[in-house]
């Protein structure tokens, strides 16, 4: 599966890796570590991101934090923080939503704990789907992967799809992604990580990498 704009980028990969193995230590490093209102707020952030920059997302979420008023706003109170983010109404809808899914009778954020009750990363990601709005499978992989669950999944937004039309692992970047394209894609994936020896979540930074310059969230 190796073609000419593999081998082009091999040597950016091995300069880069360090970068990505230090950003991965700091997404399990927050599970391990973290409390329910840190593995919250990643949830929350991957709720702002659809067609939004994710810089802008997280100064959105850090923000909140700092003020007090994620964990306990209203909607349309957390919407006046989000206009650096495109639907800012919906999503901040959306945040109330999962706040309530994520809190105990005690008034108690939950979220670490819920997600450490569910079994697998996949049955994870399809209580994601499932049940938190505005997330779908790209969202909820995202998630996963930043709180170190992202060994064996993908996270496929544009800029990966790109990516992958070059490295000849799909043939063209798909107008829509239903759950079966989805899962399809990613096993292609996880081929070609195991011929090339590039973990899974090293790819999706990788490649992410390659689009915008930088390894962030």
């Avoid at 700092?66 to 109170?77: Q, R, T």
């Avoid at 901040?92 to 994520?102: G, N, S």
């Avoid at 996963?144 to 992958?164: P, Q, S, T, V, Y």
């Avoid at 798909?174 to 394209?181: G, I, R, Y």
Wanted: glycine share 4%; charged share 35%.
């Amino acid at each position: 599966m190796k073609n000419k704009y593999f081998y082009e980028v091999q040597d950016k990969y091995l300069e880069i890796k360090p970068s990505i193995e230090k950003r991965l230590e700091e997404y399990r490093n927050i599970w391990e570590k973290g409390s329910n209102e840190d593995i919250h707020a990643e949830l929350s952030f991957c709720i702002l991101t659809p067609q939004s920059k994710a810089r802008n997302a997280w100064k959105a979420i850090t923000t909140m934090r700092e003020e007090g008023v994620l964990f306990k706003a209203p909607a349309e109170e957390l919407s006046e923080y989000l206009n650096i983010v495109r639907f800012k109404n919906n999503k901040a809808r959306y945040l109330v939503e999962l706040r309530e899914k994520m809190t105990d009778e005690n008034g108690k954020i939950i979220t670490k704990d819920f997600f450490s009750s569910l079994g697998t990363v996949e049955e994870k990601r399809e209580w994601i789907v499932k049940n938190i709005k505005g997330m779908a499978y790209k969202e909820a992989g995202h998630f996963l992967r930043n709180i170190g669950f992202g060994d064996n999944i993908a996270i496929l937004d544009r800029h990966i799809l790109k990516n992958l039309v070059r490295l000849e692992i799909i043939e063209e970047v798909p107008k829509t992604l239903t759950k079966k394209l989805y899962l399809d894609i990613e096993e292609k994936m996880r081929m070609f990580c195991k011929e090339t020896d590039i973990p899974m979540d090293h790819i999706d930074l990788f490649l992410w990498y390659l689009e915008a310059g930088e390894i962030f969230k």
